[in-house]
Nanobody, 115 residues
């Protein structure tokens, strides 16, 4: 069983930055994908960024160039550096870990970007 705990969300002005953290614990397979998804009120959950255990990344077009996902495999932690934040980035951000035998979600952390 895998548990994910997000942190680092908060309130920031447009143009500002935040850094999200997600710590994974439990039985974690070496080959996996960790990443971030977000869900704004009234909208479906959408991909933000993912990173494989090998370091390959994938970003939504809306955040490319502004957000950077990274991970520390030894610590089983994934990060999301968010720069040049826009009000449209306001959402609950969820950490995700998936591998061949499971798909796991954190509880989410709120990111609010004011105009």
């Amino acid at each position: 069983q895998v548990q994910l705990v997000e942190s680092g969300g908060g309130l920031v002005q447009a143009g500002g930055s935040l850094r999200l953290f997600c710590a994974a614990s439990g039985s974690i397979f070496r080959l996996n994908v960790m990443g971030w998804y977000r869900q704004a009120p009234g909208k479906q959950r959408e991909l933000v960024a993912t990173i494989t255990s090998g370091g390959s990344t994938n970003y939504a077009d809306s955040v490319k160039g502004r957000f950077t996902v990274s991970r520390d495999n030894d610590k089983n932690t994934v990060y999301l550096q968010m720069n040049s934040l826009k009000p449209e980035d306001t959402a609950v951000y969820y950490c995700n870990l998936r591998h061949v035998v499971g798909n796991y979600w954190g509880q989410g952390t709120q990111v609010t970007v004011s105009s």
